[in-house]
């Protein structure tokens, strides 16, 4: 018992020092914006996309469902689409095009600033993450016309209220509530990969994993965080992900194409759940997001291992 006792403790006091530095990320820029949507920012983004989406195929009012996305997140984003979608008349193949474009690129503001702290240039990750978003759309885009799938008309499982409470109060307690629910999830995290290496799994994990991640140019020891990050996500993970960063055990480069990975396919559970219950097929919001990342991953890591160090480092890691 007094050794459970102490592995506890040791879990929950790595689980603050772990918060903190991610809270420092998250609260600012949470507030920051909060306020610039209060402004107007979100619609005149929204307004700006519209040229975007009728090349993807989309009505431009979606501009304003992924604008929402891209600034807040995807509840933000299925509550912007909850209010549009019944005049938009949308069919399956277009829902899921739109929600395959806001699982690539959504909660930036955040995710991006986590990727930057964690080593990656801001620029490179947003070029990433907003291109793969738009090429992986126009390419759902048009498979689904040519091949004449996914026609029928959508209809969501579930539509949220688009009437939130717009006051600051209950703005605050929801970000209180997150604040507390990352707290938890990264203590569940670390227990769990305390018992994941005292029972010899993670070593398991990487024998599993060491072909697929050399192919990517991502070293096995890279390959716990790349599991979190893809399965619960970069805003869940990216405590853990700031921490092995920073700890120096770690190649930089693999730290690098495991973000692009999990920045282009995380939270590969949730989110997609989320998408389905707004009319979404797995085989864009799933299938092929996940294809897509294995892919631009590789490609890029063939592309990066024939440059100078100096030009990686350069030009794709902040130093």
Known sequence: M????????????????TSLPLYKIIIPISLVTKLLTEFGL???????????????????????????A???????????????????????AQVTVLTTMMLVAHALPVE????????????????????????????????YALTGT???????????ATTPDPTWLSWLTGEARNMIMIFLIIAGLLATMRLLEY?????????????????LGIGQEAAPLTIIGMTLGISYGGGLILREAQSGNLQKS????????MGLCHSLFEDTMLMMVMGAHLSGIFWA????????????ARICRRLPAGVFERFFLRT
Not at 2 to 17: F, I, M, N, Q, W
Not at 154 to 160: E, S
Request: glycine residues 10%; hydrophobic residues 60%; proline residues 3%.
């Open 2 to 17: 007094s050794g459970l006792r102490s592995a506890s403790r040791k879990v929950l006091k790595d689980a603050v020092a």
């Open 42 to 68: 979100t619609e005149r983004l929204g307004a700006g996309l519209a040229p975007v989406m009728e090349v993807v195929g989309l009505p431009g009012s979606m501009g304003l469902v992924w604008a929402t």
């Open 70 to 92: 891209m600034v807040t997140n995807l509840y933000g984003g299925m509550v912007a689409f909850a209010s549009l979608a019944p005049d938009a008349a949308l069919s399956v």
């Open 112 to 143: 991006l600033r986590i990727a930057q702290k964690a080593g990656t240039r801001f620029r490179v990750m947003a070029g990433l993450r907003l291109g793969g978003a738009f090429i992986l759309g126009w390419l759902l885009f048009r498979f």
């Open 150 to 160: 996914l026609q029928s008309s959508n209809k969501a499982i579930w539509v949220p």
């Open 199 to 215: 029972f010899g799994i993670v070593e398991f994990m990487k024998m599993l994993l060491k072909p697929v991640l050399k192919l």
């Open 254 to 261: 693999d730290i690098f194409f495991s973000l692009v990975l």
């Open 289 to 300: 997001r996940l294809v897509f990342a294995l892919l631009v991953v590789a490609l890029l």
